[in-house]
């Protein structure tokens, strides 16, 4: 169960393009709690709040909507 994800921190790594398609690369550091439940009884069997940061790279033909291509755990 993921529960309580908030964003700590976002900054743009990088930019660039190539061709018709822009990309940009964000470093994204985020709190959740992240816990291991067992489905009978509701018992936590491991996790608990946690911090992480993942590297997020987006993509967009010039002039549309931006998509996720990529995310990595840093």
Do not use: C, H
Request: glycine share 10%; net charge negative.
């Amino acid at each position: 169960r993921v529960a309580d994800v908030k964003l700590l921190q976002g900054d743009l790594a990088e930019a660039w393009r190539e061709g018709d398609t822009d990309y940009a690369t964000v470093a994204m550091r985020y709190s959740l709690n992240d816990q291991m439940v067992e489905r009978d009884s509701g018992r936590v069997l491991q996790g608990g709040p946690d911090e992480v940061t993942e590297i997020w790279t987006f993509l967009r033909k010039r002039g549309g909507r931006w998509l996720v291509s990529a995310i990595q755990q840093s």
